[in-house]
C-alpha cells in the first residue's frame, strides 16, 4: 500500500495542454482528474451520470441553456445527469472532475476536444 499524499500543484505542474484530463485518482469506480481549462468549451451533456467541478486555481463559468454559474477557487458544482452544459474560462483556470471511469469530457458530443480517456499522471 503507497501512502504517500497526491500532490495536486505538483500534478498540474506535470502537463500543459487545454481541456485535457488527467486522471490523479480513483476510489471505486469514480476518478478524480486534474484539468487546466481556458476559452471555450463545447456543449454537451453526460446522459448517465452526474459531474463534479471543483475549482482549484483561477475562475469557471459553466453555461447552461437558461443560466450558468461561476465558480472561484475553493468552490464546486454538481452538474446533474443529463443536464447540457459549457464550461467557460476567461482566463487559464485549474480544475478538479470527480466522474466515473469511463466517461469522456465531451459526452456523447463530437469535437476535436474530445481527449483520450483513462490518462494517468
Known sequence: MNH?????????????EH????????MNDYQ????????????HDHPDTDEVFIVLAGSLAIEFRDGKVT???GEMYVVPKGVEHRP???EECQIMIVEPK????TGDAESELTAADDVWI
Do not use: M, Y
Open 19 to 26: 481541456w485535457s484530463p488527467k486522471v490523479i485518482a480513483e
Open 32 to 43: 478524480f482528474k486534474l484539468v487546466k481549462v481556458q476559452g471555450e468549451f463545447v456543449w
Open 88 to 90: 467557460v474560462a476567461e
Open 102 to 105: 469511463g466517461v469522456l469530457n
Open 4 to 16: 504517500t499524499p497526491i500532490n495536486l500543484q505538483h500534478k498540474f505542474s506535470l502537463f500543459n
Open 71 to 73: 465558480l472561484n477557487a
